[in-house]
């Protein structure tokens, strides 16, 4: 697996990416076309994300429930813009138990549509308000390009759905949940995202406006990490999910929807990533810590394992592999967990024995200036240093590629310039034309509207015209 | 929700089911056919179940990983058992992204086939094995008389899917398997299930040998609650899984598959419930106490809530549903948290703030035996003293139910008999005739051979010829 070298970011990031992917063991293409296969390894780290996202959620007062992943095709035609942003991409079941079926069924490539019908059928008065249900599931929507993580037919995600008797509480779950969000991918993932409002032409199909959470991979390039949206009464109406208000009058809710997917794992892979492979986040890596004895014969072996077994009864609190193999050298073991991005590694010799020491090595650190000795003594708390220390590096390391690669672009020209390595912020009419024209010169799509940056005005960057919004562009997953 | 009257167990056990089912707001009807929406408070139980299963995988070496869940229609035809077994409970995407398909896709029913092409593709040599993986999802058997949670289109499980050197190692894997589901059922769920094999007739489509756990629901019938296959070779060979021995030669891998479902919860209602409603084991429960404040003004009110804070506090180790809905009355509230089931009740009222103590209400004893006073000093400790109480208390009444209504079947005639309010376990030649007959003429299937009864031998309860296998006979869900 671990054998050949990877192909460099420089050289081709593309490239680079798919070999991390399937070299890390984290996924594989299966016989099903745009499917993928999650392998343990990535499976692993998907279950950390959901672990940390999943408290975070029932934090703010979500549960989780289940809806069937097949949906009625004349559900869909109920919203229009949905239908429309939807349709192209669906799978269609015809036939179930031997029959062709009266009405065919679409495997759900989001659950707006049935879950609606349900609240409409549960949801009767103000008291049964707000209503906070959160789906993890798979969904599915037909891929002509499809990349491992970024792009597949089927992925992984959570859906949360929300209906709310204001206004005001559906824009304030929207933006809460953009919040957490915001702070998992920061606090847990290392990825300094952006925030903010998309535009007209980029929000999701059926929604009055949708948040997005923006990051910069390693190329560059934006991946959308997470989005949120206020549905207004959109769905509630074309559903009619209606309560009954205090004052006995019969109104629509108003709803959210918000989703973050196994794409997560494809940002995680672009923000940290080196030629060297993955670089894990400490918080949400399946190994912590790998250790590797090492030792030249019997005599060795047996006092070398003696003090391993020592130094891992110290390290019960984290997620330690130990790689125990015999018939591979340290060398390749070392190479291997370093494609596969653990964070620390710690090596064992006789030597260590003796000093009563173990050699770490940082895995976001190349060679030796990553490398120290510990002492075996209170090793736990050296090691809990050291994890959030390269917890706390690589997400300096992201925040500053990412400000270094953002410009701000005045003319045309810059805007151009930018784009091509990096991400341009600038004034915007706010017009789709314009947009559209931008697109089709450069790549570059609307990524959000930095909440922060909202202030003042401008001429708009492509058409010169007056411009109130300060939007970023650039090339994106 | 809980206004009327359920209907009893006695007069109607099914319509008791359905009633229970949704009034206890587990899951509720979809409008796609046959599948089920699992309400926040049945996915709720089904989390921790989840939980504590997949902690046991762990345990015993077992890794999670995630496969496709559209399969190609010609891997179903590669195992002649499996495609016959399978083929009329199929859901059939036809079309995706607007297009016919070239080829078909099936919704999967379980993914021996899937997962065995890719083992087949990772499988190289005898070091890669044994290879243990298990997958939680979702998958879809066509059903025409659809039950919440015991028969739906749709339905959540995992299923573990291992591949080994040799039988023996395989049929360990299934043997121990199968001992963790009923390990979990018994100390979990409460569900004193029996082991054993499976006939021929009713065995895995595909499998050597299927083995499962049966529990018996509280009208006698049995549900099978979860199974574990020896594969043989079978998939193996239909999918090429291959691996290089110690001493160079290639051999076909040994494969086995295991899995439990949503119908669980079916199992846990009907085993504990009663004509109150549900009546949830303690370590399964989503809330496994309830605290009902009482009081009749503001300054009681101000009084008691004062009390309920410290009783929560000392609580934090359980999961505790405090319902302080002003809109409703004590007595209602007591009724709809038994018909959920909630194990534990504490009611919490001036004269307790007074006498510093709690009314503790069991469930799982109705009306004044189930109700004494706790102290509310040292809370947490009689609180966990009186869950395990529940706790063993129904496992023990639910085993003497069962060993009250399995009796042994000398004679055909007895068989009809047991058969009608209980299960027959009775000598079997073997034959799939008189399982048939047995079928035609009683209801009732063969359920599995209890390992431990598997000793001398008799005449056929049905033909009268010489038998060696004695299994158990009942209806069944």
Redesign the interface.
């Known amino acids: 697996m671990a054998e050949e070298k990877l192909t460099s970011q420089k050289e081709n990031f593309s490239e680079w990416y798919n070999q991390v992917v399937q070299r890390a063991d984290l996924a594989?293409y299966?016989?099903?076309r745009g499917?993928?296969?999650?392998?343990?390894y990535?499976?692993?780290l998907?279950?950390n994300i959901k672990a940390d996202l999943d408290r975070r959620f029932k934090e703010t007062g979500h549960?989780?429930?289940?809806?069937?992943?097949?949906?009625?095709m004349s559900?869909f035609e109920k919203e229009k813009d949905h239908v429309e942003g939807f349709?192209?991409?669906?799978?269609?079941?015809?036939?179930?138990?031997?029959q062709e079926l009266e009405e065919?069924?679409a495997?759900r490539p989001t659950s707006e549509t049935?879950i609606g019908?349900?609240y409409a059928?549960?949801i009767k008065s103000w008291?049964d308000l707000p209503v906070k249900?959160n789906q993890w599931?798979?969904v599915?929507r037909?891929?002509?390009r499809p990349r491992l993580f970024l792009r597949t037919?089927?992925f992984?995600w959570q859906e949360g759905h929300t209906a709310h008797a204001t206004y005001e509480e559906a824009q304030e779950e929207t933006l809460q949940m953009l919040n957490v969000y915001a702070d998992f991918a920061r606090s847990m993932a290392a990825m300094p995202v952006l925030k903010g409002v998309k535009s007209e032409t980029e929000k999701f199909p059926g929604a009055v406006n949708t948040y997005s959470i923006e990051a910069m991979m390693g190329d560059t390039k934006a991946l959308q990490a997470g989005t949120s949206h206020n549905l207004g009464q959109n769905f509630a109406k074309a559903f009619d999910i209606k309560y009954l208000s205090p004052n006995n009058s019969l109104e629509y809710c108003w709803t959210t929807s918000w989703g973050m997917s196994t794409r997560m794992i494809g940002g995680i892979i672009m923000t940290h990533g080196d030629d060297n492979g993955l670089v894990l986040p400490p918080r949400l890596a399946p190994y912590q810590i790998v250790i590797v004895p090492i030792f030249k014969n019997d005599a060795e072996k047996s006092v070398v394992m003696e003090c391993v077994d020592k130094v891992m009864a110290q390290l019960k609190e984290f997620r330690v592999k130990l790689d125990d193999r015999t018939?591979l050298t340290p060398g390749f073991k070392y190479h291997e967990w370093e494609l596969r991005g653990v964070p620390l590694r710690l090596e064992i010799g006789p030597k260590d024995v003796e000093k009563n020491s173990v050699m770490a090595a940082r895995r976001d650190i190349p060679g030796k200036p990553g490398k120290s000795f510990l002492s075996q003594d209170n090793l736990a708390d050296q090691v809990r240093d050291l994890l959030e220390t390269i917890q706390d590096g690589i997400l300096a390391k992201a925040e500053k590629f990412r400000d270094e690669n953002i410009h701000e672009a005045n003319t045309y020209d810059e805007l151009k310039e930018i784009v091509e390595h990096g991400w341009a912020e600038a004034w915007w009419c706010g017009d789709a034309a314009c947009e559209a024209k931008i697109k089709a010169d450069t790549k570059a799509t609307t990524r959000c509207m930095n909440f922060e940056h909202q202030h003042g005005h401008g001429k708009c960057v492509c058409c010169g015209k007056d411009a109130e919004k300060k939007i970023y562009f650039s090339k994106a997953y």
Chains 1, 2 share one sequence.
């Open positions: 594989d299966s016989p099903v499917c993928m296969v999650v392998k343990p990535g499976w692993a998907w279950e549960v989780n429930a289940a809806f069937p992943m097949l949906i009625p559900f349709s192209p991409e669906l799978a269609v079941v015809t036939h179930g138990g031997g065919p069924l495997v049935i019908y349900m059928k549960w008291r249900i599931g798979n599915m037909w891929e002509m037919a089927e992984y018939e």
